[in-house]
């Protein structure tokens, strides 16, 4: 899209020029009109001279010239001479002569100068003038203006809500001006850059931002106005941008999992994890919307710990393409063993509805180790003998386990384990070897600790009698051990009591509860021994007991220091001459007297002396530790070991066996020089941050010191410099060895307290003497004990149906970091009102979990309701419980319900299946309403296929409550129906009429057992029962008929029959016909190994001979479908075969198709029945009715009947010499294909049914018994109108296959009349080919149909009436009215081939060829000398003269070939019914329809005498003959009501003459009066006429059946009356005629303009036009049949 800015009118010629530039944003293109100026401007041809049409500027600035040249070429052969008119205007000048002259072949150049004055446009022309002609250069010059160029759209991308999407698109400079721009636009949508200048032709990126907030389609104007730069901005164009925006939405879908809405993708469980360990898990979000989402992933608030989260996820935000999917991964790392690391992922995308939690929890395993045996007794050893055992540790964790004994292993202790440290693999053992090296002949004890990092420790306990040859001291047991369970420890005490021996005598003293600094008696400490204290002490991970055991004053031996560190001061120095030496002190806290033996190690650099001393009760006594290293510049370390044994007193025997108490003694020391540099420590500590959580309670943790280096290690913690904080922390051990490649365990044990640095304490470690330290941070948190409960601690239900119960989730968080468990209390009075569930369990930390309550009110109220939940710590379960109240509000109310409708109806149900509807309830209570529905039915009628109607009722509320109704439902169960409603016949049986071929195939017996109700079996199967081919069906199906095809001779088309199936139900019907072959059949029959009888040969082969198309099919309601059944005649025989009809779910009818297929030569009448019933005819009549029965001729050659008459003579004889039946038509002949009518008269003689069985022989064929069945009513029996109606229906619906035009009813009922009268019918044909087809009316006496004959063209539908005239004779008419149908096309082609037949016949018989060859030689030969020898032929033989015309005959068609058959046609039938009453009897039985028949007085021929009707039969006549004098008389009347129709001067009189009163003067009149309206008068009238004819036929009567009686001629007066019926009639019909073809509206109100309807261009019909068109037709059928004939 181009926009400029608006210009000045043009200057120049007083001609106004409409600029074609675009102004103010017009959608014209400037570039466009360039290239139109530029195509003009080239050169054109003018008057012999080449030159441009039209000179432009455009660059220009006003006060200046612009010079451009005009170059004119003579492209011609002379010279041309011009006369130049200048440019009128000022502003456009030439400097040339007026007059110019060019040669051939040259140029002649113009200047033009342009000089502007201001900015505007200018126009004007030059015009050149020759004796030819003229012509004009126009002169143009454009003002430059500001123009851009934008596009007309710009579609942003699809976006999603609270996103951004954006697009580029370009912005051009047109103009030769520096244009400034700026845009205006609004939300969603943002312009960058909002303002610019745009140089001369500059291109410039504009780009645009779009931010919806909603999900919508977008479309603004960006509106850009722009003008020169530092002028005004008066131009403006619009660019339209659209944009689309989308909600995103994402999903958490698991990997293996198929389906999107997994309820496992909502959480990740990881299940059980080694410490130590990494396990990584994946889940895709995947996005199925479509736009592209954006995400982040955060953690729920107050769920990150302290030290960082376990749970590593790789991305925290990212984005999601449409439909795509993102693969996240979460890394778990367990730190803290035997814990549940709970945590929850939060997707937030901007712009979606949904919020996707994703839980995410594992379990941290640590390791499980265990010992084979708790305690090793090495028994009794000799003075400096040694013993060992071995033990092993198992490890049944995932994780693998480090441990480390805490015993000196290098000679300070009798005891060794052998390995003192290492680790244990998963789900194995170590076996560890356990050596004992007495030194004195004492009793040992030792119970020494494993620690195992991440773990609780394990104990073992060592014991083992020295005794020499002097000492013999009692021998301790693991019995002893057992027994002194209950004594308290000491030597624990003593250790950490040591600790507080240096310069901070408080630094390693744990907080005393009450029940620790009660001090023990003597007594009490008599009896503990060191194992019970270590177990009680040290077996939990929370020792609440443990430090204040080990500094309580009540323990049995203390030592103190329980450290020692050598030169560990700077001023310290082993130049020094003295040995190093410290003191410590041990005291005795018991009663008795006890010996102190110290355990020396050989070659160690740490010597303890005295090695042995005693010491009283409650005394102390102080040993000196030296430290003489005889290496230099090395570390060393070692446990000192100190046995307290208990002396023996003199009630030796009554004191028990004590185990010696053991305190140990840490020491540490270096020999380097002064200045010597210090080994550097390799070392690790793992971990190096803690974090203790929870109550304030005392717990330890591990930690791994391992020396990675190749030199021993020493590490000590000096408190000497720290705070009381880091004082609260303590570290077992403080100081100690470590070898290079092994490991120490530390422990730090401390309290949580609400004080402590949110910063951390540090734990120093110095390592080997010198500056390098490394620190231990210990994060202490007091953790309170609570939970989170939604909504702020209140709980709110919707109002609750009274009875029923309600549903409410509510979430429950732990809000601290330990584990927690949680009960529910509810008011024992309100627990009937609420529940929950769950109502315990355990919660993790940061873990959430979701609960549900119910609420049932009982009453309409409102309910406030206190539950409290109770959360206590899992691992301490004697901790005082924490109550946090909820408050639950609800309300109880009645609630109801009620249908939108009260009535449904489900329409049709197929008995045995199922319908579903969905009857919509609306509650329009204040709450939820849970209801019970139940359905009380109640059956309409009987029978299960009739209406059934039920009606549901509705509980709410308590259950027990009385049921209310809801709606009423009504439904129908119905099973599968079909109905044949049309039958028709083709091929050999064209010409059986419908009532025939409805015989033929029973098809009443056949509606009736489509239509009757299917059998349990029938109803309950699909497909039809299994069969054996064997046998017969017969036994298995209930319902049979039989299918007749009739008969034909063999080789002739094959008989076809069609019937019309209709679904008249409302459920769709699916059915089948099965043949043998199609039955479920038993295999094992067919499979084995035997010949086929006879019977089944001969089965196969009937088979092939019927078919039927369509076999299946389905037809929905009110649907219709032909069927064609067929039977082909290539077997001589009578052919019977089962098919069976299965109706889906429906009957299971078995069909016997009966067809019989003749000898060429045999004469055969086929009977469709051999028992007749006639018409019931009532006693007294003097004139019964005659009736008709039908015979068919099935064989191939014409057949010639007779009615036996001897039994009807036999007949008379019996009933009092009286014809009780005659037959009018005993003896005739019947055309092959055809229908004979035998006529019978039955006259009874009382009122009784009559059975006659009757022989009709066949000439030179057989004899058929025909029995036949008739009625005699009394005198006082009242005929009913309804006696001549049939059940086959009239009206055909759809046009059968094959037919290309059908009636609109195949069937007229004309009903009862009397005799001599007349009445009509309407019929339609209608042609639904694409051919134009001919057709022809086979007429007979008393049926004229007009037209007769006609074209119909492909779609028409034309109207014929139907008149039926009775004969004077009472008659039962049972009339078939065939119409022949041909094509046009086919009939016109068979003509055309007629006549070439014909002349190529002809000239057949006039041409001969010569083929002698000879004949040309024997006529010039010479004849030779000698005898001749005379040659002759054979004379053909004499044949008759048939034989030759044969020969003839087959000459001619060799030489002229085949006659050319003519084209089939096809046959309508139309089943014309009625019975004729003599007038008397007419009245009498129907006085209601007297006057509705017109009657035509004419000569009524007399019947033959009752005694001879059995040898003659009545000659039938039409009523009335038309005479020349009728037709003449019928024309010139019509002609005159034409005329008078015609003449629009009397049809404006009509209007006049309405007004004028109309007066009827009664006229005598000669005729013979007409029936009255009265009732009597009307009788007695006609009874009089009657009479008259009843006295002629008496009277023809009496004078026999061949005489001539008297006739009554038509009186002169009578035929006017006639006249005017035909013309009335022909009237009525014509105006049907045009109503039919829609030249004018029955339906419209009388018009008032008559002259209207006399219009010259309305048609009119009379007789005389008709029978014109009639007589055209004839002439032209006869001339075709002329032509088709032959000739001589």
Known sequence: MLAESRVPKPIGSDTQWKSSITVNNVKHSHSEQKHQRHAFSYGSNFL??????????????????????LVLKNIGLKIQKLQLRPPVSKFFTISVSRIIAISPGTTFSIPVTFTPFERCNYEDSIEFQSKSGSFQVFLQAIAPCPALEVPDTVLLPLCAVHQSASTVFLLKNMSKLHTYFKWECSEPFQVSPVQGVLQPSQVHHITVLFRPQSALLFHKHAYCNFGEEGGETNSCCTVLLQGVAKYPCLYLRNPNSKSRNDPSCSELNFGSVPIGKSVQKGFDIYNPSHVTAFFSLTRLSGGLPLLGSEFICDINSGTVAPGETVSAKVTFVPTVADSVSVEYLTIECKGALNQTVLKITGNSAGPKLSLSSSVVDFGCIKEGDASSETIEMVNSSSAEA???????????????????????????????QIFYLPTMPIAYHRSV?????QAEPLFLDLIGTCHSDVQEPAVLTQEHLSESKKEPSEIISALLRSYSTQSDTQALCFPLDERSSRQLDCSSAMFSTPREDNDRHCSTWEVDSLPTALSSPSTQVSVVPSELLFHHNSSSSLSSSLTPSKAVAITNHTSVKITLVWTNARNSPFSISPIKSDLSPLKSTSFRVSY????????HGAQLECLAVRQSTSDEDETPICPPWCVIVRVIGHSFELGKEHFYPCCSLEPNQLLFSGLSVQSYQTVLLRNNGDQPLTFCRNLNDSSEQEASVLLVPRCGLVQPGTHQILT??????????????????????????????????LEKIGVSLEGGGNLYFQDTSVGSHAERTHLIRNICRMPLCFQWTIPESDQDFISVQPDTGQLQSNESLLQTWFFSPMEEKTYIIEPSVSVWPVKNLECEKTIIPLKVVGTGSKGFIQAVR?????????????????????????????????????????????DPETEPYIQTGVPLSSPQPLCELRAKGVFPTLQVTDACSRGTVAWLNKAYVWKLFSVDSFNEQLLSIPSPVEHTYRNPERHSMRTYPTILIKAMLDFNFSSAPLNSEPSTFVLVFHNPGCIPVEWTFLFPDDQQVDFKQWTQAQELCHNELHQMEVVELFNISPLSGTLLSGQQRAVQFSYSHVLVGTHQLPIVLKISHGREILLHFQGVTLEQERPFLYFLTRHHVFTPVMIGDLTSPVQMYDLYNGGGIPVRYEVDAGVLSQLQENNFNQPLLCCL???????????????????????????????????????????????GLGPQTVLSSSDTKSSIPCVRRIPLPGLGAFLSQDSVSIGNMPVGSQSSRVIFLMNMSLKETLYKWNLTKVVHIYPEQGLLHPGESIFCVLTFKATDYPTVYQLDITCQLTQKAALDQYYDALQRWEQERKKQQNEFTITDKDLTVSATAVPTKGPSLCKYKILPPINSKSARAEQRVQSDHVKVGARPVPPQTT??????????????????????????????????????????????????????TPTPERAFLEHVITSLLRTILYDEEFAKSLLSLASIPFTYNARASSSLPLPTPEPQNEQEETKALLDISDSQVDNKTSAGCLGTGLEMNPDTELVPAAVCNDILLNTLQNLMMEAVRGDFNLTENSPTDLSSYASPGTRRYSNDKVQDDRETIQDEQTQHDQQASPSG
């Open 402 to 432: 480090t441990y480390q004994w805490d015993l000196d292993c290098t000679g300070h202790s009798v005891f060794r384990i052998q390995p003192q440290c290492g680790t244990v693999k998963k789900q194995s053992s170590v076996k560890l």
């Open 748 to 781: 730090v044990i401390t309290t949580p307290k609400e004080d402590t640095s949110s910063e951390g304490l540090k734990l120093r470690l110095q390592f080997n003497a010198t500056q390098h330290t490394k620190e231990i941070t210990v994060f202490s948190v």
């Open 48 to 69: 012999g001279l080449e030159t441009k049409t039209e000179l432009v500027w455009e660059d220009w600035n006003e006060g200046r010239e612009f010079t451009k040249l």
């Open 1467 to 1520: 046959l309508l039938h139309l089943c014309v019914t009625a019975r004729s009453y003599r007038f008397q009897e007419f009245i009498q039985n129907f006085p209601d329809q007297f006057n509705s028949h017109y009657r035509c007085f004419l000569s009524i021929k007399p019947p033959c005498p009752k005694t001879m009707l059995c040898d003659t039969h009545l000659d039938w006549q039409p009523a009335q």
């Open 628 to 635: 003489n290293p005889k290496e230099l510049n090395t570390l």
């Open 902 to 946: 009260e009535f449904e109806d489900m329409e049709d149900t197929l008995v045995g299946c199922s319908q579903s509807i969905v009857v919509s309830l609306v509650n329009n209570s204040t709450c939820s309403v849970s209801f019970i529905l139940s359905v009380e039915q109640t059956l309409q009628d009987e029978q299960t296929h009739h």
């Open 449 to 453: 600790s494993c620690f195992i990092l």
């Open 1225 to 1271: 038509n005993p003896v005739g002949e019947i055309l092959p294909g055809k229908t004979a009518t035998l006529e019978f008269i039955f006259s009874p003689l009382e009122a009784k049914m009559y059975s006659m069985d009757i022989p009709i022989h066949i000439q030179d064929g057989d004899t058929t018994l025909l029995r036949f069945d008739c009625y």
